[in-house]
C-alpha cells in the first residue's frame, strides 16, 4: 500500500522560510515521480511543483517558481520542497503526491496525473 506523510508545515512570517518534507512507503520511489499541491480554504487544490522519477526535471507554478526549490534523495524515498521569501497567499494545506508514470511538463501540474496522495501539512504566512 502507497503511503506519503508530510511533515514541515506551520506558522511564519511573510518573507521567512520553510522545508516540506514527504516521505513515501509501500512502494519503489526511485522510479515515481512526485510532486506538491496546495490548497487554501474555499479554492480548488492546485499545482506547486514537481519532480520527475530522476530528480534532473523539475516543474514549477509561475507565482513560486523563483521562491520554492522541489528536491528528492531517492536512496530515502524523500521528497523536500523549500520555500522562501513566503507570502500571505502561500498560505493553504500542502499535499504530497506521486505516481509511477513518466512526468512531462503537459501532465505535471494536474492531479488527475497521481495516484497516490498525502493528507497534508498546514502552512500558514502571517502579514
Known amino acids: 500500500q502507497v503511503q506519503l506523510v508530510e511533515s514541515g508545515g506551520g506558522l511564519v512570517q511573510a518573507g521567512g522560510s520553510l522545508t516540506l518534507s514527504c516521505v513515501g512507503s509501500g512502494v519503489n520511489f526511485r522510479t515515481w515521480a512526485m510532486g506538491w499541491f496546495r490548497q487554501a480554504p474555499g479554492k480548488e487544490r492546485e499545482f506547486v511543483a514537481a519532480?520527475?522519477?530522476?530528480?534532473?526535471?523539475?516543474y514549477y507554478e509561475d507565482s513560486v517558481k523563483d521562491r520554492f526549490t522541489i528536491s528528492r534523495d531517492t536512496g530515502k524515498n524523500t521528497m523536500f520542497l523549500q520555500m522562501n521569501s513566503l507570502k500571505p497567499e502561500d498560505t493553504a494545506d500542502y499535499y504530497c503526491?506521486?505516481?509511477?508514470?513518466?512526468?512531462?511538463?503537459?501532465?505535471?501540474?494536474?492531479?488527475?496525473?497521481?495516484?497516490?496522495w498525502g493528507q497534508g501539512t498546514q502552512v500558514t504566512v502571517s502579514s
Open positions: 503526491a506521486a505516481d509511477g508514470r513518466i512526468l512531462t511538463g503537459k501532465i505535471a501540474g494536474r492531479t488527475d496525473t497521481y495516484a497516490a
Open positions: 519532480v520527475d522519477w530522476s530528480g534532473r526535471n523539475t
